[in-house]
């Protein structure tokens, strides 16, 4: 009797320890909210900074292409006579630059302004006491420089629809591609910030980089003009693609070559996107 008595004993006692054992293991494992709303919080917390100095963070962006247009457009585009791939200079001009405009404010997002949050401000500190996890702060971030693209884009596009310079409906599916090109260039701008230990050596990425993509991605002249080693490489640029898709779309003429644009804008922020990703979070959590 006495036997059996301890033996079920013994067996509650087990149960219990283990019933114990599984409550302490419960309350060791972080629980997250849904993912939607960890990302959205990140979105939210930049919206609401870069909204509290909104002219001064928007404006000088949104005129910087619009200068151009007037000063190169206007100014050398009379001196070119005929159509540059069927449309007007000017226009020629106008589709690209709604895309420049796109990956200069998503590139100095994602490259200054995370390195700044990063290093000085030590703002992903708190961001990460919070219940989100270091890749989906970073997700986060990729997605608010992608609606900067967006609305940029569409803030020029608006421009230009009321001086007559772009007329086409099909412009509409400009801020689509504005976002697209803000993805872009926001995983290969924190890809180049996770290398990056010196503020001042982001000069290399703008004047190396950047600059060069401006000029020959199909921006201001043809790539057809090129000679065929520097179509090659124009090919690569990741600008070439969106600013094709861009002016398709404005003059109305769809090629078969917008499967490859199209292909190679998801390889890019897949491939990039997760190398960012996974330096950036190595430092994130360093």
Known sequence: M????MAGLMDEWDRNYNKRLRVEKMKCVPTYPPLYKRLFGVWCRHYAVYTK?????????????????????????????????????IEFLATGLLMTSAMYTSAFECSYGTFIRLEFDKV??????????????????IIWA?????????????VMLA??????????????????????????????????KNINHFNFYFTGCLSPMFFFSGVI?????????????????????????VRMCCSETISPII?????YIAIFIVIVGWLAIHRLRKRLVN
């Open 259 to 263: 499967l490859w644009d199209f292909a």
């Open 124 to 141: 992903y500190d708190g961001m990460l006491a919070a219940p989100i996890t270091a890749e989906n702060l970073i997700v986060g971030e």
């Open 53 to 89: 100095n909104l002219y001064s963070n928007a404006f000088p962006p949104f005129m910087e292409p619009l200068i151009f247009l007037v000063a190169v457009g206007l100014g050398i585009g009379k001196f070119i006579s005929g159509t540059v791939e069927g449309l007007q200079y």
């Open 221 to 245: 002249f043809s790539i057809g003009d090129l000679p065929k080693s520097l179509r090659v490489v124009s090919e690569l640029l990741p600008l070439t693609h969106t600013v094709r898709i």
């Open 2 to 5: 006495t036997d059996e008595w």
């Open 146 to 158: 992608g609606t900067k693209g967006l609305f940029f884009s569409f803030a020029v596009l608006a």
């Open 163 to 196: 001086f007559g310079v772009i007329t086409s409906p099909y412009s509409a599916f400009t801020p689509i591609i504005g976002f697209a090109t803000g993805i872009m260039f926001a995983v290969l701008s924190l890809l180049v910030t996770s290398y990056v």
